[in-house]
Structure formats: C-alpha cells, structure tokens
C-alpha cells in the first residue's frame, strides 16, 4: 500500500499555480503565461498557459489524439497510440532536439478525463530516453465561459543523456510558449464556421 501510495506521489507532475491577476492580463491579451523552476536534480519543470477561444470539448479532441500529435505538437516527429482501455491511453512519441543530439522517445501511460469541469491528459513514462517524463493537460471553462478554454500544461522531463544546461533550459523556455501558440492556432485554424 505504501510502496503504491509513494509511485502516485513521485508520478504526479508539478503543482498548478494559482492564477495571478497579472497572468489574467496576459492570458486575455493573448500571451502564453510560463513558469519554470529547477527540480532536485537540476532540471526543469514547467507549467505554462493560453487561452484559447474555444470550447474545453473542441480543445480536447487534439489532447486525446496522440496519433496526430506529429502534426499537432510542434517539435513532435513521431506519435501512435499503443493502447486504449477506456481512459487509460499508451503513446509514444518521438521529440526533435536541437542540432547535434539527436531525437528522445517516449512511451507514457495517460489517464485521460472528460469534463466537465475538467476534460485533461495527466502521464507517466512506461519506458523510453528519460529518467522521468510526467505532466499533465488541464483544460477548463475560463471564468466559467462554455467558448472559452483555459490550457495549464505541466510537465518534468529529465531525459537520460546528458545535455548542457543552456539546451535544456532553453529548449524548454523556446518549446513551451512555440507548443500552446501551435496548439490555439490549429483550434482557430479547424473553427468550423
């Protein structure tokens, strides 16, 4: 039980933030909202946001299919779906890293909700390039407005080759605000009329 307990505590991705007023500015201005901090091993987790105008159900439909993550998810050169056993989805996706290191593959385990109030993708690593690779899409009604989604996405990676700092952490400051933009532009883009 306690061995049990302990694999649901070190698999949860890091903690949501609350909403600041200035995040509200930002968030209605059109701006990505990221934070970022170092884990105990020196690398980086992250939260960031978007609103997107659009309804959570529309939103999600993109989250749920991780057989279009290659050309939803920017970065993304792989994806399939390995499984699917009512909300538990297996993937595995393959991310481009910068020029000279190569690609890093993942096989994660998603528990998938559907809202309301919260329709999301929340995943732990099953086998893969990483020591950890955890996080979670949480999308929900922004103040409440059926029209409007409000995406947090979490994520820790550590991947298990070694990197220089100035990759990791740039990849993730480039990567985060680049994956929510593609993500609101592709909604807008399938708006149907």
């Not at 020196?42 to 609103?51: C, E, K, N, S």
């Not at 792989?78 to 991310?95: A, D, F, W, Y």
């Not at 899409?137 to 059926?146: F, H, S, V």
């Amino acid at each position: 039980m306690l061995t049990s307990l302990m694999m649901v505590v070190l698999a949860a991705p890091p903690p949501a933030l609350p909403l600041t007023t200035d995040d509200r500015l930002r968030l209605e201005r059109g701006e990505v909202v990221v934070r970022s901090w170092k884990s105990k091993r020196g690398f980086p987790r992250g939260l960031a946001r978007v609103l997107i105008e659009a309804p959570p159900e529309r939103v999600f439909r993109i989250i749920d299919n991780c057989n279009r993550y290659r050309y939803n998810m920017k970065l993304v050169s792989h994806s399939k779906q390995l499984s699917r056993k009512g909300p538990v989805v297996v993937c595995e996706v393959v991310v481009d890293l910068p020029f000279p290191f190569g690609s890093l593959r993942s096989v994660t385990k998603g528990i998938h909700q559907v809202g309301p109030p919260m329709w999301g993708r929340k995943w732990s690593l099953v086998s893969g390039d990483y020591q950890v690779n955890q996080g979670a899409w949480e999308l929900t009604r922004y103040r409440g407005d059926i029209k409007r989604t409000l995406v947090t996405y979490r994520t820790h990676i550590e991947p298990d080759m070694s990197l220089p700092d100035f990759v990791v952490a740039g990849s993730q400051k480039r990567s985060l605000p680049m994956m929510l933009k593609g993500l609101r532009d592709l909604v807008v883009r399938n708006r149907k009329p």
